[in-house]
């Protein structure tokens, strides 16, 4: 079975660009959420997706945006690219909306120069 | 209130002996305590993970133990070996949400 994919593994962009990280979740999760890792940190909450609505938002700027497809993967948006979100962006799936068991994929390292 | 906090931040164990990571949390709206295990470049994976209705679950060499009083939770690795060697991450979430809060993460290395 395959697991959580996301792409691309990395990327490179410049201060001012936008970028769009993929994912697609297990087979048969309907949740989708988004999260940033900074070197050296505990992942941060960015979005939740749940049957292609979003269910929740984590404390991060108008820049990031999001979207689920009606086969439940996912897009994450970054526009105005800064320094800061030089980071790894992490996909998770779920089965349910709610405190289910969440599983991770192998993220996408953004460097943002 | 929406933190949760993860001791030691490193951790050097002999091979064999066992690995112990504490967290602490202040929402008593958490009801769901996973602990995750990150390897350099690559997602955190799922361990195993706790609900507030016992105290304890084991699963293979590793353990989690929980004090709803105390609003700790600990992870106890038996065994400990080098291919243990990660950052270990716990987390927690509420009812009603999917979102994850975070540790701060404990990397462990275990010597041969």
């Known amino acids: 079975d395959a697991g959580v994919t996301q792409s691309p593994t990395h990327l490179i962009k410049t201060r001012g660009q936008h970028v769009t990280l993929r994912c697609s979740p297990i087979?048969?999760?309907?949740?989708v959420s988004w999260y940033q890792q900074v070197l050296g940190q505990g992942p941060q909450f960015i979005f939740q997706y749940y049957e292609k609505e979003e269910r929740g938002r984590g404390n991060f700027p108008d820049r990031f945006s999001a979207r689920q497809f009606p086969n439940y993967s996912s897009e994450l948006n970054v526009n105005a690219l800064l320094l800061g979100d030089s980071a790894l962006y992490l996909c998770?799936?779920?089965?349910?909306?709610?405190?289910?068991?969440?599983?991770f994929g192998q993220g996408t390292r953004l460097t943002v120069v | 209130q929406q933190q949760v906090k993860q001791s030691p931040q490193s951790l050097i164990v002999q091979k064999g002996g066992i690995s112990i990571i504490n967290c602490a949390y202040e929402?008593?709206?958490?009801?769901?305590f996973p602990w995750y295990q990150q390897f350099p470049g690559k997602g955190p994976a799922l361990l195993i993970a706790i609900r507030p209705d016992v105290s304890e679950k084991k699963e293979g060499r590793f353990t989690i133990s929980f004090n709803k009083s105390a609003k700790q939770f600990s992870l106890h690795i038996m065994d400990s070996q080098p291919g243990d060697s990660a950052t270990y991450f716990c987390a927690a979430s509420s009812r009603g949400a999917q979102k994850l809060v975070f540790g701060q993460g404990t990397r462990l290395t275990i010597n041969p």
């Open positions: 929402n008593t709206a958490f009801d769901y």
């Open positions: 087979s048969g999760h309907k949740s």
């Open positions: 998770a799936s779920s089965l349910g909306q709610q405190n289910t068991e969440a599983f």
